[in-house]
């Protein structure tokens, strides 16, 4: 086949995969997780339910990709909020904010059977956490290391500091709460 018709195939599987995901992901927050079936999904993508089991066998199959989707975007999003701030110190107060409010833009959904199910499936959240952890870790040891963040604790302890001070970030109220805790979490890393 030739390359064009090959790239044409791809776009198009691509596509019906990423709107599957879509219409997955909205009819479980519309009806809830154990409501969804196969069928819905197939009618709300547009697509016979044959050609949905080409590409998924489950919902929950499903549902496990558009979260892992959703991981990478947001790690995608994170690099470039790392990558557009300069110097260490600003470079690691970015990637906190943008975290945070990525945190705080799930308020309501962390009791939800979609998050209660994705999140207990460990796998894909254990090594977006390790992911994290390993991020944050190599801005404050660079920050550290420019004299930005205290140096008398280990990069790693203050990693674990900056993450479990973040958990909060969810059930604040404003994006102006959501900046002070970050500005709280960065005085208390200042040596």
């Given amino acids: 086949m030739p390359k064009l018709w090959n790239e044409t195939i791809e776009t198009h599987r691509r596509e019906v995969r ?27 993508t547009g697509i016979g339910r044959a050609t949905l089991y080409k590409y998924f066998s489950e919902v929950e199959e ?14 995608e999003y994170l690099a470039e909020v790392r990558d557009r701030a300069t110097g260490a110190g600003e470079q690691l107060k970015a990637v906190l904010e943008a975290y945070a409010l990525i945190a705080h833009g799930t308020h309501g959904h962390g009791e939800s059977d979609l998050a209660e199910f994705l999140h207990h499936q460990g796998r894909q959240v254990a090594r977006a956490e390790e992911k994290l952890s390993d991020l944050i870790e190599e801005l404050i040891a660079k920050a550290a290391k420019a004299g930005q963040v205290r140096s008398d604790v280990a990069a790693e302890e203050l990693t674990t500091y900056c993450l479990h001070a973040l958990t909060g970030a969810h059930k604040l109220r404003s994006r102006a709460a959501v900046q002070r805790l970050v500005a709280v979490i960065m005085d208390g890393m200042q040596g």
């Fill in 62 to 75: 499903i549902l496990h990709a558009w979260h892992e989707r959703q991981i990478t975007e947001h790690f």
């Fill in 18 to 44: 990423e709107a599957i995901m879509d219409a997955a992901s909205t009819l479980v927050a519309k009806h809830g997780l154990l409501s969804v079936t196969m069928s819905q999904i197939a009618e709300e």
